[in-house]
């Protein structure tokens, strides 16, 4: 049972436009959600994160929103750059406290033509 | 941000043999870190947790006893794959929480091929 998918395996994009990942989950209890990002035989990287109380957090180009009821977030990479090329998870919690443990989606492997 | 670190970062074993991968929290404490498999082109599947000073919590269809998790130390957490086959074959990765400012946020460590002939 996937509890989070990321329906769409890869993405092209132009660099300097926007790049929109989106991710999807099943399980109401998710109360936290993550971005990472992750290149070939290394560990993933924290993008951005983000609260079940709030619908949008933005870091710089980055920027997550999600939608409750729709149980959906989507990650918005504006521009886009040749350096952002890399395979994108998007993860859940139930409770943001630090033993809160992290299902994975399969991945969004992102890829920005110069 | 927080530094956790894996070791070997790499490794090539016989089938059957017994092989272990460090996980250490570099410059900061956790009472709890969380072990990871990813097989290719797939998406990184929870194997366990591991809890400082007492038994991990494995999740469905992990064997323990294949699998077996030592979380000695604060800074440090064990993952012994014992008698290896090749479809043990996998990139482990362990991380450990960190709470900051809204919230809890996991670090990874750089993972370990693990190749079993």
């Known amino acids: 049972d996937q509890q989070v998918k990321q329906n769409s395996p890869s993405l092209s994009v132009q660099e300097g436009r926007i790049s929109i990942l989106n991710c999807d989950y099943t399980n109401s209890m998710f109360d936290y959600f993550l971005w990472y990002k992750k290149y070939p035989a290394e560990g993933p990287t924290f993008l951005i994160s983000?609260?079940?109380?709030?619908d949008k957090n933005e870091d710089g180009r980055f920027t997550v929103f999600l939608n409750k009821s729709a149980k959906h977030l989507s990650l918005h990479i504006v521009p886009s750059q040749p350096g952002d090329s890399a395979v994108y998870f998007c993860?859940?919690?139930?409770?943001?406290?630090?033993?809160?443990?992290?299902?994975f989606g399969q991945g969004t492997t992102l890829q920005v033509k110069p | 941000g927080a530094v956790v670190s894996q070791h070997p970062s790499w490794v090539i074993c016989k089938s059957g043999t017994s092989v272990k991968i460090e996980c250490r929290s570099l410059d900061f404490q956790a009472t709890t870190m969380f072990w990871y498999r990813q097989f290719p082109k797939q998406s990184l599947m929870l194997m366990a947790t591991?809890?400082?000073?007492?038994?991990?919590?494995?999740e469905q269809g992990v064997e323990k006893d294949k699998f077996l998790i030592n979380h000695a130390s604060l800074t440090l957490s064990t993952l012994t794959v014992t008698s290896a086959h090749p479809e043990d074959s996998s990139f482990y990765i362990c991380?450990?929480?960190?709470?900051?400012?809204?919230?809890?946020?996991?670090?990874f460590g750089p993972g370990t091929r693990l190749t079993v002939l």
């Open positions: 993860a859940a919690s139930v409770g943001s406290s630090n033993t809160g443990k992290l299902i």
């Open positions: 591991s809890n400082e000073g007492s038994k991990a919590t494995y």
């Open positions: 991380s450990a929480p960190v709470w900051l400012a809204g919230g809890n946020e996991q670090f």
């Open positions: 983000i609260s079940s109380i709030k």
